[in-house]
């Protein structure tokens, strides 16, 4: 590493020469923005996770968990100001308001970047700024893409050396001449303050001021302010998602915050599935499930996002742009998801989880007995009448993909894997029953516009609170929703036959007792070979005001305790409510104007016949 005199006009660089011009004039501008004191230029090699590991315990931002217990893993606890993605702080500044759409929040792009341009001025005084280089999709690969990602946290570095591929070979398709997208983070907490004044670093720095900026046009990213997740790792949700949205409606492609799986029945036969659920709802266990019915088996190929594009044979093929997963903790456990908790037995980074005494980490649903004593996810003493969780709801792990045994041998096939069956799904205790198949790809992509979901904590805002979220893409498209509605159904247009079947499910409806009627994880497979039945034409369905429902005898039960009066609770279409609900659809489609594709106003009319019949 060189020191920079931030007057000086060339960035000494480590390490690797920068041959692309745009690149190195673009990190001479940010550094002369930001001051930092070096530029450090990231090779993505293990020894060099390894000196930033070592550098973050010495910060005090890694905890280095029990060598035994735990090999190669590290605990972070962040600022309890700094636990999720801001929805409210992050903006589309698209050169038009209509274009970002009523559900995303617009910012003029000139006024916002002269804006920025003051809140990123001496940002990184007195720190390191790290370039970056990332490969969304296997390196080289022709659904793949790369991007640059400035950051002044060595965290965020760690974690994205996980997340993605990171180092020389992505900047070596930058040198070939690849677009690359810009990113720039700052943690917005400069170690020296513009008066020159110096203080000392801290565990998690962070700012109160947060920005999460992506301009659609220019296809840049910009976020200030936080350390955490989606807001940090570039690579994401504001690239893999916000960003990747509007290349895929310039260029005839999907950017979805979906998981995707294969899954091999009885027969040998091979599917593969892609399912949207919002945030903390479920794509991590999915993507893992070990099915309780025999002859069944699912192998993962990502756990949040998918790329996809129709292939050479009409199809469509996903990718999983990500190289790693960044799950929700809390609810991961022995029983709910067992490959999730082999997957984490070494090299994992740990955030806002709770420290046993003897160096390893904790959160609630890990095990059924809860340990006597623990250090909570704010680093106080705990015991199990502390009456608050030990673990941050919104607590994750960070995990290269390829150390879950269930991951598909196919999972970085640079063409993807092709799509059979599409699930839309998010947390109801009412109203939408455990499955139900679209009656086309219209009704399908209809079902995706009107997804309502109980808030998490992987969001600021009210958890529990009932909301849209379309496609789960709320917080990630990057353009007006009404057009992404658009885009997939001309999506649908060019796929024609060959389009994947799409299904609704929802594994959290409640009884009146308040308890879940369906048992979920390992039993969704029930519902995964249901549909696969379908797609085969082996049964039948009875057609149902909201769509397609199983026939009670085609839905593989054996071994199950469900009783008759809840698997009834479970199907139960009422249709007051659903009248009630496709008002509140009607509403809610209002404020899309003239936008919302005509087809959605229709679906929405032949629903309200169904419900009338
Ligand atoms: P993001 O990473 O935030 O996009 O979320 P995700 O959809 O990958 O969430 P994840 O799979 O990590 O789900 C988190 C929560 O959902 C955990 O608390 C799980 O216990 C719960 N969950 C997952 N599957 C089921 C299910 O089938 N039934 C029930 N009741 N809960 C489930
Ligand atoms: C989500 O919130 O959907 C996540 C976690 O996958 S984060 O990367 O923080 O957005
Ligand atoms: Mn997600």
């Not at 007057?7 to 940010?30: A, C, K, N, V």
């Not at 530029?39 to 005090?60: H, N, T, W």
């Not at 993807?416 to 219209?442: C, H, K, M």
Request: charged letters at 25%.
């Amino acid at each position: 590493m060189t020191a920079t005199d931030p007057r000086t006009t060339t960035i000494p660089m480590t390490g690797h020469r920068i041959t692309d011009p745009d690149l190195f004039s673009w990190i001479q501008e940010i550094g002369a923005l930001t001051q930092p004191d070096q530029i450090y230029v990231c090779d993505g090699s293990q020894e060099e996770y390894e000196r930033f590991a070592a550098e973050l315990v010495e910060a005090g931002t890694f905890i280095k968990l029990n060598e035994t217990k735990r090999p190669g893993s590290y605990l972070a606890r962040s600022e309890p100001s700094d636990v999720a993605r801001v929805e409210s702080r992050t903006f589309i500044a698209s050169e038009k308001e209509i274009d970002a759409g009523p559900t995303n929040n617009w910012a003029e792009p000139t006024a916002l970047r002269e804006e920025l341009r003051g809140v990123f001025a001496g940002a990184m005084r007195g720190r390191t700024m790290y370039v970056v280089p990332f490969s969304m999709g296997p390196v080289g690969g022709p659904i793949s893409r790369v991007g640059v990602e400035l950051t002044d946290s060595p965290y965020v570095v760690a974690s994205m050396r996980i997340m993605t591929r990171m180092g020389a070979a992505a900047l070596e398709q930058i040198d070939r001449g690849a677009d690359w997208v810009p990113a720039v983070h700052s943690v917005g907490y400069p170690l020296v303050q513009a008066d020159g004044a110096s203080r000392p670093d801290v565990a998690w720095p962070c700012s109160d001021t947060k920005y999460i900026v992506q301009f659609p046009e220019t296809r840049e990213i910009w976020s200030y302010g936080s350390g955490y997740g989606g807001n940090a790792l570039l690579g994401k949700k504001c690239y893999a998602l916000r960003i990747a949205s509007v290349l895929g409606r310039d260029e005839g492609w999907m950017a979805e915050h979906m998981l995707v799986l294969k899954i091999t029945g009885p027969d040998e036969r091979v599917y593969h599935l892609a399912a949207a659920f919002p945030s903390a709802c479920g794509k991590t266990n999915l993507a893992m499930l070990r099915p309780t019915i025999p002859g069944w088996k699912v192998e993962t190929i990502g756990d949040d996002i998918a790329w996809m594009r129709p292939g050479d044979d009409g199809r469509l093929y996903a990718i999983n742009p990500e190289a790693g997963f960044f799950g929700v903790a809390p609810g991961t456990g022995e029983t709910t998801n067992p490959t999730a908790i082999a997957a984490l037995d070494r090299d994992v980074i740990f955030t806002n989880v709770a420290l046993t005494d003897d160096g390893d980490v904790w959160w609630e649903g890990l095990t059924d007995e809860v340990p006597a004593h623990l250090t909570d996810w704010q680093g106080n003493d705990w015991t199990p009448d502390a009456g608050r969780p030990a673990a941050h709801p919104n607590s994750r792990f960070t995990v290269r993909a390829d150390q879950a045994p269930s991951i598909a041998p196919e999972w970085e096939d640079l063409g993807g894997v092709p799509i059979d069956v599409i699930l839309f799904g998010g947390r109801r205790a009412t109203n939408v029953p455990l499955v139900a198949e679209s009656y086309d790809w219209e009704h399908g992509v209809f079902i995706g516009a009107t997804v309502s979901s109980e808030q998490t904590a992987a969001a600021e805002g009210a958890v529990g609170a009932l909301r849209r979220d379309p496609f789960a893409m709320l917080p990630f498209c990057g353009y007006n929703m009404a057009d992404y509605w658009g885009h997939w159904l001309e999506m649908g247009e060019k796929l024609g036959d060959k389009a994947p079947r799409i299904f609704q499910v929802n594994w959290f409806r409640k009884g009146s007792d308040g308890t879940y009627l369906w048992p979920g994880f390992g039993e969704n497979s029930r519902v995964l070979e249901w549909a696969l039945r379908r797609v085969n034409g082996e049964v039948g369905a009875v057609d149902a005001a909201t769509g397609r429902l199983p026939r009670t005898e085609d839905l593989n039960l054996e071994g199950l305790e469900v009783t008759e009066s809840e698997l009834a609770e479970l199907f139960a279409i009422d249709p007051a409510s659903w009248s009630a609900e496709a008002d509140l659809t009607e509403e809610y489609f209002g404020q899309f104007g003239s936008r919302l594709p005509d087809a959605m106003t229709d679906q929405l009319a032949q629903l309200r016949e169904r419900l009338a019949n």
